[in-house]
């Protein structure tokens, strides 16, 4: 069974900044691709990064590559989500995906992943 333990979120004032972690089992974490996702209220899920982590590569698209950025460290097998000048849309449930299906279609799109967290909340106030 595939676990995704997401934690870090909370309530944060518009301008700062918030580190998100994702954790799990070596084996998902040594071979699959993962990937953090949100859900505002009344909006669908959208990405916000991709990372394998069997060698680092990351992609981002194009609507947070400023201000979101995904690491990773393997002692713990766990990735982040770093956030900075967070604005109040960005409140949202944040997800971490894991294992990416084979179907076809676009990285971002969140039907393509097979592993889903609970999510942890983001409140941004402004």
């Known amino acids: 069974q595939v676990q995704l333990v997401e934690s870090g979120g909370g309530s944060v004032q518009a301008g700062g900044s918030l580190i998100l972690s994702c954790a799990t089992s070596e084996n998902v974490y040594s071979n699959n691709y993962m990937a953090w996702f949100r859900r505002a209220p009344g909006k669908e899920r959208e990405a916000l990064g991709a990372?394998?982590?069997?060698?680092?590569?990351?992609d981002y698209p194009d609507s947070v590559k400023d201000r979101f950025t995904i690491s990773q460290d393997d002692a713990k097998t766990a990735v982040y989500l770093h956030m900075s000048d967070l604005k109040p849309e960005d409140t949202a449930m944040y997800y971490c995906?894991?294992?990416?299906?084979?179907?076809?279609?676009?990285?971002?799109?969140?039907?393509?992943?097979?592993?889903w967290g609970q999510g942890t909340q983001v409140t941004v106030s402004s």
């Open positions: 995906a894991a294992g990416l299906s084979a179907a076809s279609g676009s990285l971002w799109e969140a039907r393509r992943w097979k592993y």
């Open positions: 990372i394998f982590p069997n060698g680092g590569w990351t």
